[in-house]
Each structure stands twice: as C-alpha cells, then as structure tokens.
T-cell receptor, first 114, second 114 residues
C-alpha cells in the first residue's frame, strides 16, 4: 500500500508563475519529509526538507508547507523557471526501525513552459 | 567532492545470470541504501545498511543479496536474475545537513534482464 501519494502525475506551468506540487501521506509515524527533483538518466537530487515540528521551510525559490492534521504537504516554486522541468518526488521518513529509509511517492512531472 | 558513484551505468543480462551492481561513496556515511525505480511505483527500498557488516531488508528484498565489508562500498547482487528485476537501481547514503539530513543518490544503473 502506498503510504505517500502524489495524486497528480503531471503539471504544466508558465515560466514566472507559481508551481504547486502536492503530496498526501497516511502514516502518522512519519516525522520528516523531503522533496527530490529528478532529471532523466540522473539520480534524484535533494531539494528541501521539513521536520514534523515545523509547518513551513523556505530555501530560495522553494518553500515546503506541512499540514500535519491533514497529512498533507506541498512544494511551492516561485517563480518557476524552464530549468525546473523535472519529476518531483515527495518522500517521508519512517523512523529508526527502518534505518531512516524513505517512503517515496510516485512522482509528479513538472513542465515549465516559456 | 565525488559523492556516490554507481557502476555499471547500463547492464543487459539474461535470465538466470548473476549480476552485481556496485556502489561507492566518498563521504564515509554510515547509512547506505538500495532502491529500485519502476513505472507506477516510485522508488522502493530493497536493502539498507547502518554500517559495515550491518545490513537489513527493505520493502522488496526477494532475489537480492547485499554485503558491506567496507564503509564506502555497498554492492547489490542479483543471484539469479529474472525479467521482473528489469529496473533502474539507485544507491544512496544518508548525510547530515544543517538542522536535518537527507539521502543523497548516485546516478543509477539501468538493468535489463532478457
């Protein structure tokens, strides 16, 4: 069963606008969340993370929001640039028992058009 | 800062053959992980290792064997390859960040089993 869900397989946004990627999770034991970006033929690249004790974390154009009561997080990219076109994975940490391994969503393919 | 390297990058093999995928990291991180990425599944954990000589199963370990005699190397072996093991394999290590941590991934090995 998929514990981390990215329900939008794809998203298209115009350059300069905001991109919002969404992620839902079912396991209330998740305590740390990450977003990764992946280009074709490359490994996932870490973007930004957030601990469950926070509700927002910013890093330049990227902001992650966490709503624990709704078990929902989102990644905002402002402004979007063509180089942001990639697949974005949401991931959640399960805890010590699994070696802090990550549960990944299936990914959302973002296309930023000029 | 070489990071994580994987070899080979591409491999074609036949059903029943033994295949070993190599992973090497230059950071001396304790935790290392193997994931596979398949269409419709995102990334799924195969095995992880907390340190040299300490390994444990992940979500999809069947048909795979790992070893970790040195901190920097974490090879993954398919003892008798099957077509269902055709996938892209990613190795990762866990790295501390300011106030948090993330997994950093290698470039991946695309394996085709005929």
């Amino acid at each position: 069963d998929q514990q981390v869900k990215q329900n939008s397989p794809s998203l298209s946004v115009q350059e300069g606008r905001i991109s919002i990627l969404n992620c839902d999770y079912t396991n209330s034991m998740f305590d740390y969340f990450l977003w990764y970006k992946k280009y074709p033929a490359e490994g996932p690249t870490f973007l930004i993370s957030i601990s469950s004790i926070k509700d927002k974390n910013e890093d330049g154009r990227f902001t992650v929001f966490l709503n624990k009561s709704a078990k929902h997080l989102s990644l905002h990219i402002v402004p979007s640039q063509p180089g942001d076109s990639a697949v974005y994975f949401c991931a959640a940490r399960e805890g010590r028992n699994s070696g802090y391994a990550l549960n990944f969503g299936k990914g959302t393919s973002l296309l930023v058009t000029p | 800062d070489a990071g994580i390297t994987q070899s080979p990058r591409y491999k074609i093999t036949e059903t029943g053959r033994q295949v070993t995928l190599m992973c090497h990291q230059t950071w001396s991180h304790s935790y290392m992980f193997w994931y596979r990425q398949d269409l419709g599944h995102g990334l799924r954990l195969i095995y992880y290792s907390a340190a040299a000589d300490i390994t444990d199963k992940g979500e999809v370990p069947d048909g795979y064997v790992v070893s970790r005699s040195k901190t920097e190397n974490f090879p993954l072996t398919l003892e008798s390859a099957t077509r269902s093991q055709t996938s892209v394999y990613f190795c990762a290590s866990r790295r501390a960040l300011n106030g948090g941590w993330a997994q950093y991934f290698g470039p991946g090995t695309r394996l085709t089993v005929l």
